[in-house]
């Protein structure tokens, strides 16, 4: 079977590696792709990249338009795709790529984001761990609606959910520092993220606990059997593209050993395709992950601070979103979870 597939903010970064991806998908055709003042011009104008999707326009995103297809990503800035779910309700399938369903605490919407609450969908993270050996991609087979992640928020909490649930690091107390490239923020013309301004230059935000993924990663933690979570969380925005290269260290509970340690995250994560923990001694590089739909990990324990370390690196288009949402669609239309996806980089 071929499922058509709509992709709303098609002219964006997000909408633009979905369709890259789906463009070498065999089970799905792409029948069309919208965008709100960039409707009516070819998609190959805003996605040069794009040539085998040449033959493309884009139309207006109304929900008009979306219906009618088997499967409709959402790629919208958070806040508006919140406005398409109920006139999308005959769709089979619906994954939206912004942050509208991914909470499920009305509260901490409130304090992130404001604004109308939309009902949480099934959060399209498949390697993480929610409980008795448990893992989200059993959550999301056969799911129709699904919430892609935040990229930040995945690489931290698939960072450290197998420590969490092993019981061998504790919740309280989490630090993590994050290098991002600005693709993340969008494609919007934005000052701060002018070449001139981010060109040998590194530039920490949203300093002092105020990014908007941090309920997301405590609600991830808290799902794979934290208690109370606390969690430093500090980005800093750096002049690459793509990638992000999260550093995130938390407390060694009282009696684990450094064996015990390790088994946790090679147990998680031993026999993922996406998600893979390199050996004793090696760290990631974002230069690794670029255009892949993967998470390469590596793992230390700092004995004279008593912590464990883990850094993570993925391309924060790929596997940190629009990877993240097709290998969730793959699961969701029982299809094989690495059609359509690759765990190889591009080098150099």
């Known amino acids: 079977m071929t499922y058509s597939v709509a992709v709303s903010g098609a002219s964006g970064y997000a909408g633009g590696e979905i369709l890259r991806l789906l463009a070498n998908h065999p089970d799905v055709e792409i029948r069309t792709v919208t965008a709100h003042s960039n409707a009516g011009q070819p998609l190959v104008q805003h996605q040069p990249h794009l040539r085998s999707l040449t033959h493309l326009e884009l139309q207006d995103t109304t929900p008009e338009i979306l219906a009618g297809h088997d499967v409709v990503f959402l790629a919208l800035p ?8 109920d006139a999308l309700g005959d769709t089979p399938l619906v994954i939206d790529a912004g942050a ?10 409130e304090a992130f984001y404001g604004g109308h609450f939309n ?6 993270v498949p390697e993480l761990l929610v409980g008795d050996g448990r893992k989200q991609r059993e959550n999301l ?7 892609a992640p935040g990229c930040n928020a995945s690489t931290v909490s698939l960072s450290l959910v197998p420590g969490i649930a092993a019981g061998v690091i504790e919740s309280e107390d989490i630090v ?4 991002v490239g600005p693709s993340g923020a969008g494609k919007s013309a934005k000052t701060n993220l002018l070449a001139s301004e981010i060109l040998g230059s590194a530039n920490p935000y949203a300093v002092g606990g105020t990014h908007r993924h941090i309920p997301e990663i405590q609600q991830a ?3 794979a059997g934290a208690g109370t979570v606390t969690l430093s969380f500090t980005p800093v925005l750096v002049p690459m593209s793509r990638g992000i290269l999260a550093t995130s260290t938390a407390k060694i509970a009282d009696g684990v050993t450094d064996a015990q340690i390790r088994d946790a995250w090679e147990s998680a994560y031993g026999n993922e395709t996406f998600v893979q923990l390199l050996p004793e001694g090696q760290f990631p590089r974002t230069a690794d992950v670029v255009g892949a739909n993967t998470a390469l990990m590596g793992l230390a324990i700092d004995h004279a601070a008593n912590r464990v370390i883990v850094v993570t690196a993925v391309d924060n288009l790929a596997k940190g979103t ?16 690495s059609t359509g996806l690759s765990v190889n980089g591009v080098a150099p």
């Open 78 to 85: 958070h806040g508006q795709s919140g406005q398409y779910t």
């Open 100 to 109: 509208d369903h991914r909470l499920t605490d009305p509260a901490s919407w």
């Open 119 to 124: 009902d949480p969908w099934t959060y399209g």
């Open 141 to 147: 087979v056969g799911a129709s609606r699904i919430a």
């Open 176 to 179: 993590t520092v994050l290098a």
């Open 221 to 223: 933690l808290k799902n």
């Open 322 to 337: 629009a990877g993240a949402a097709i290998q969730s669609m793959n699961i969701a239309l029982g299809l094989n979870e």
